[in-house]
C-alpha cells in the first residue's frame, strides 16, 4: 500500500509543479489536431508510461 502513496504523490506533485511552471512562464498547452501525429503522441506516451511502471515495479 506505501507504493501506491508514493506514486500518488509523485504524480500529484509533478501535476501542480507542471501548473505552476507553466503560470510562471506563461506558456499555454497546446493542442495536437486529429492527425496521425496525434496518434503517434498517444502511443509514444503509453509506450513511454509502460517502460516507466515495468522498470519501476522490477525494482522492487
Do not use: P
Not at 500500500?1 to 507553466?22: E, T, V
Not at 503560470?23 to 498517444?42: I, P, Q
Not at 513511454?48 to 515495468?54: E, M, N, Q
Request: net charge positive; hydrophobic share 55%.
Amino acid at each position: 500500500m506505501g507504493i501506491a502513496w508514493i506514486i500518488i504523490i509523485f504524480i500529484s506533485f509533478s501535476l501542480f509543479i507542471d501548473k505552476f511552471l507553466r503560470k510562471w512562464f506563461g506558456v499555454g498547452k497546446k493542442k495536437l489536431a486529429e492527425t496521425s501525429g496525434k496518434n503517434v503522441d498517444r502511443w509514444g506516451r503509453a509506450i513511454i508510461a509502460s517502460i516507466y511502471l515495468c522498470t519501476f515495479m522490477s525494482l522492487h
